[in-house]
């Protein structure tokens, strides 16, 4: 059971940036994507970035695109989302994930392994 805990989350400035890291305990396969998903109050959990923990394929949900970067690092069992040029509807708890199939999805539902979020908030 792989084990993840997220860091990185703090207030900002809109136009600010944030890098979030998630270090990860246990063993990664080569087939494992990592994911970033947001939540806001009162709102559905929403896809942000995913990486292919082998390959480093990276996917982004439109609304971060362009602003967000999703990398990792195999050595440390580590993945970040580096945050750019960040929104007040950027505010929200955000998690990672790990799934344990291969190809990237974007429902939650196909990640099994969550950390225990870490609060990003962006002042206007």
């Known amino acids: 059971q792989v084990q993840l805990v997220e860091s990185g989350g703090g207030l900002v400035h809109a136009g600010g940036s944030l890098r979030l890291s998630c270090a990860a305990s246990?063993?990664?396969?080569?087939?494992?994507?990592m994911g970033w998903f947001r939540q806001a109050p009162e709102k559905e959990r929403e896809f942000v970035a995913a990486?292919?923990?082998?390959?480093?394929?990276?996917y982004y949900a439109d609304s971060v695109k362009g602003r967000f970067t999703i990398s990792r690092d195999n050595a440390k069992n580590t993945v970040y989302l580096q945050m750019n040029m960040l929104n007040v509807e950027d505010t929200a708890v955000y998690y990672c994930a790990v799934r344990h199939f291969p190809g990237i999805v974007t429902n939650p539902s196909g990640f099994r392994s969550w950390g225990q979020g870490t609060q990003v908030t962006v002042s206007s």
């Open positions: 246990g063993r990664m396969f080569s087939n494992y994507v």
């Open positions: 990486i292919k923990w082998s390959s480093g394929s990276t």
